[in-house]
């Protein structure tokens, strides 16, 4: 009599002994155990009527370079079913099984999210820049992050992302599919919400911080003091004229700023570069005094006088009534563009930034100083 007979001996024990067997469907997620190995599969007991094989393909992405890389007789592995039947007995997939976990974990926390507001994140390293976004893998899973996902702003070139791997949500499962749609939004908008009330309650006007220059636009910089982004007009940038934010800033750059305007409400923050920085115009400033005789070249004709130019970049005003020493109604009568003249200072008002100028007491003082005279005058 048989091992099987002599345990089974009844019709009972028959069924008994049958209704012990696990039943098995195909495309289920099962365990089994490991009981051969060869170079190109493994095969596994699930325990169906015979071991059935798992290739090296279905063990492991990317594929390995033998099966033995990734198991060997005796582990205990999950397995999903991919077919009972067959000419080989069937057929197994590890790979497909571990992605059936990932979907699982996956499905479990976006519920968490839903219902929650903690969220949880998964670790999504972007692959490549596709149309409307990036693909990313999640522990072996393909998903998509469409670009108004990727960041709280748009953002040009979404190459720069490929290769990095970020923090994401799941916005979208369809397992069935194998379509994953995640975002990193929600936890930017979190993190950036932290970021301002922190900053925000410590923020005063007048304060000089440390940023980073975030973004270039045509209209000026946005520079991150903390998590919080703040806006440098093009005005703020420089004491010089700039034509673009580019020609003096780059992206990334360390720099100190100056607060000058806070707004929780809007959550808007006006800040300043140039502040930082002493204005060169006070340094040109410095070398002439008030009283002083000098020489220079008309560049400017206004309604309310003539602007000449004292050094390149730096001008000081002649209003009208210091142009000539008779009524004038309009600065041509007196002086031209271009005309080189002596002029006296008449006031250097530092805080205003203004230099005012006069050709008549130029002349009246040249009269009466022959030193002066001597030094303005040329050669015969």
Partial sequence: ?????????????MSAFISSIPEIHEHEVVEGTVTQVNRDEAYV????????????????????????????????????????????????????????????????????????????????????????????????LRGFIPASQMELHFVKDLGVYVGQTVKAIPLEIESHKRRLVLSRRPILERERAAAQEEVFGSLNEGDIRKGVVKRLVDYGAFIDIG????????????????????????????????????????HRISLSVKQTQRDPWLDRAEKYTEGELIEGKIVK????GAFMEIEPGFDGLIPMGELSDRRIENADEAVQVDDVVKVKIMRIDLKRKRISLSINRAKREGAGNPRRRQNDTTEE
């Fill in 1 to 13: 009599m048989s091992e099987d007979l002599k345990t089974v001996e009844t019709e009972e024990d």
């Fill in 45 to 140: 007991n699930i325990g169906h009527k015979q071991d059935m094989p798992c290739p090296k393909k279905e063990l492991a992405y990317p594929e390995p370079e033998t099966a033995g890389d990734v198991v060997k007789v005796g582990d205990k592995i999950r397995v999903y079913i991919l077919s009972l039947g067959g000419e080989n007995g069937g057929l197994l997939s590890k790979v497909k099984a571990d992605n059936e976990v990932v979907w699982d974990e996956l499905r479990q926390i976006k519920a968490h999210n839903d219902e929650s507001d903690e969220l949880q994140t998964v670790d999504a390293t972007v692959t490549q820049v596709v149309k409307g976004g990036l693909t990313a893998t999640v522990n072996g």
């Fill in 227 to 266: 998590g919080v982004d703040g806006l440098a007009h093009i005005s703020d940038l420089s004491w010089e004229r700039v034509s673009h934010p580019s020609d003096i800033l780059q992206v990334g750059q360390e720099l100190d700023v100056y607060v000058k305007n806070v707004d929780p409400e809007a």
């Fill in 301 to 304: 004709l206004a309604k309310f």
